[in-house]
């Protein structure tokens, strides 16, 4: 029975009612019901999700019309608790769909994972089936283990057909929304994920779709521009977030961009008007930050893009709580290239006893 319903065998299978019943055992006590493929790989699908895997519908029918497996069509399950119903959805055959449904498979059993058929046609794409389950009374709202809807998923994979059939079914957009703004164990919501994941298609649909926008902890801006998601954060931009939002440090996203040497991220904040001169909680600009860390391309675009030089040289200037600037700082972590580079921006070497070393310490880094 293995090999003929997963060679495609109809007459084979039909002709042998006897080993129908998964719970039989071979002469070696091996179960019944498993498949071991040409390769010598092995997979847990029963024959029915077999038949629906490889959109057999004929050989899903003969199966179908036997009393046994008409009584195990909802029961059988793989070892990822999936029924056929749910490989015929994902797989988008909807002869097999068809088949099953008339035969009365269960049309919102869940996985183990708890996804219905709907959800898998809803991920996939499959329109037609996905109809076709709608159209039976497939029901519309029910949660997977992580409590997305098919409408969820339909949303995240961008199956804007499938979106706009579940909607007009009346899909309930509130779950979907709620599942799609819920944090997972990371702290991260679905729109926090697709800005790491660089993917701006994604950003793009889920702020059309209405997710929440707003991050009490860091915002996606920040999120956007620390990793250099130019598409990211263009999405973002022209959907109004805050260009110049401030973190619980006080930092900007140019801030960000100028310290990491995200120069396409940054040259996309100026020309959507990000401020330039904003200080965080330690008084630094932008400017400042970018002098510090060398990131001599977004000092240029800084400068070039009206950056006041002064402020970000009074910042650099300003004693911290042990009376050291920037520059005594670098000298203490004998970091003599950030030295060179204070220097060279006009920092003061005045200020206290170690401001006297410094030009032999400079010195010193241009010898070698």
Known sequence: MDIAVHKGKVDFVKALPSMLSHKKTDSEGKTLGKVRLPEGEQTE???????????????LKALLDNPKYRKMKDMELDDH????????????????LEVLLEKGADKDTQDKHGRTALHLTAENGQRACLDLLLKKGAKKDVKDEIGRTPLA????AGQKLCQQSLEKSGAQ?????????????????????????ADAGKVERLIAFGVNKEDEERGYVHLAATNNCVGCLEVLLKAGLNKDAQDEEGRTALHLTAEKGHLESLSLLLKKGASKDVKDNSGRTPLADAVLAGTEDCQKALLDSGAKRALAKNALEQLDDEGSTSLHQAMNDADSHKMRRLIDFGVSQAGTAAGIQTSAVVSM????
């Open 173 to 197: 957009k509130d779950m979907a929304l709620a599942a799609l703004n819920q944090k997972d164990e990371d702290g991260h919501t679905s729109l926090h994920e697709a800005v790491l994941a």
């Open 365 to 368: 880094s241009n010898e070698v």
């Open 45 to 59: 699908c029963r024959h029915l999700q077999i038949a629906a895997e490889k959109s057999d519908h004929e050989s």
């Open 153 to 156: 998923e339909a949303v995240l």
């Open 81 to 96: 608790g999936r029924t056929a119903l749910h490989y015929a959805a994902e797989k988008g055959n909807l002869p097999c």
